[in-house]
């Protein structure tokens, strides 16, 4: 009995080793036979690159430049007010002496009577002395104000310019005398000179604020190009 057990358990592992062998002859022929298709290792597709010259950062923008304005200051003088005339002196009057009526003859007595006049007159000068001009105490222009378009267009050039300043010490009536060949710049300045600037006003000799007119120039000028961007230009 013990023999049949020992001898079924051999044929049982006999019969498993040739299913596992038959197992691992199957998955040979598999994998190794010919005419398999395999799939081929992935290709790195080449992109051709096209190296292009990278242009060099323009020069720096030069800024324009506004030049300090030359300043003629005209002060009005108001005309006097003509005074009074001095009132004529008045008249004298002559008031006669009275004379005694006649005293009764008598012995050895006389009398006399007199009289009286006058005159008078008066007059006076006046003076005369110089005032103080104008002095602008707030305001200006800079080259900040330059237009950009007119720059990057280079328009400049000088402007005649002549305004009004008031007894609160602000420009007024601004016109242009001279232009600088370009209607936008010679308006742009005028509009400047009137919003921005503020004068202590002129005194009279009594010192009294009175009004004045200014003339100036203004230049705006703009700087001349680099010789690197000139070169670069032609």
Known sequence: MATQDIRGRRQRVA?????????IL???????????DRTPAPRADVVP?????????????QRARVSRPRIRAVTIVPRPTPSAP????????????????PAA????????????????????????GDGTPPQRIGGGISDRDYPREL???GISGTVSVRYRVGIDGRARDCIVTRSSGSAALDAHTCALIERRFRFRPSRD?????????????????????????????R
């Open 86 to 101: 001095a009132p004529p002196p008045p008249p004298t009057v002559i008031v006669p002496l009275a004379i005694p009526a």
């Open 49 to 61: 690159v096209t190296l292009k010259d990278v242009a060099p950062p323009p020069p720096p923008r």
């Open 15 to 23: 019969a498993g080793g040739i299913t596992f062998g038959v197992h």
């Open 105 to 128: 003859p008598g012995i050895g007595g006389t009398g006399s009577g007199g009289a009286g006049n006058g005159n008078g007159g008066g007059g006076g000068a006046g003076g005369a």
């Open 205 to 233: 000799a009594d010192g009294r604020p009175v009004p004045s007119i200014i003339v100036e120039n203004h230049s705006w000028i703009m700087p001349p190009p680099e010789p690197e961007a000139a070169a670069k230009d």
């Open 151 to 153: 720059s990057d267009a």
């Open 26 to 36: 199957l998955l040979a022929i598999l994998l190794f036979a010919p005419g398999r």
